[in-house]
Nanobody, 123 residues
Framework: QVQLVESGGGLVQAGGSLRLSCAAS????????MGWFRQAPGKEREFVAT????????YYADSVKGRFTISRDNAKNTVYLQMSSLKPEDTAVYYC????????????????WGQGTQVTVPS
């Protein structure tokens, strides 16, 4: 069992940067593959990035590749999403998620979810 709490969202101008954090409870955080997803108004939740339990493997959606970086600190039970060159289309609620097993693009394969943090990039 793991509980996830996201933070770091906010309002940022186009071209700016934000760093999201996801703090996890539980002693087995390092066992979980972690992912970031996002959901814009009226749209389905979509994959953003995932990172393996060691941090050695990362995968990104094409829409964020080269602009976003996922990382984790297992000593702090925290996963991060560094977002740069933000665009209005990045506006969404961002969720972190955890699963046992390898990286996945599919939200239904993640077992635990945070409550989300809003990121707004005005056009």
């Amino acid at each position: 069992q793991v509980q996830l709490v996201e933070s770091g969202g906010g309002l940022v101008q186009a071209g700016g940067s934000l760093r999201l954090s996801c703090a996890a409870s539980g002693r087995t955080f390092s066992s979980y593959t972690m992912g970031w997803f996002r959901q814009a108004p009226g749209k389905e939740r979509e994959f953003v990035a995932t990172i393996s339990w060691t941090g050695g493997r990362t995968y990104y959606a094409d829409s964020v590749k080269g602009r976003f970086t996922i990382s984790r600190d297992n000593a702090k039970n925290t996963v991060y999403l560094q977002m740069s060159s933000l665009k209005p289309e990045d506006t969404a609620v961002y969720y972190c998620a955890a699963r046992i097993g390898g990286g996945s693009y599919y939200s239904y394969e993640y077992n635990y979810w945070g409550q989300g943090t809003q990121v707004t990039v005005p056009s």
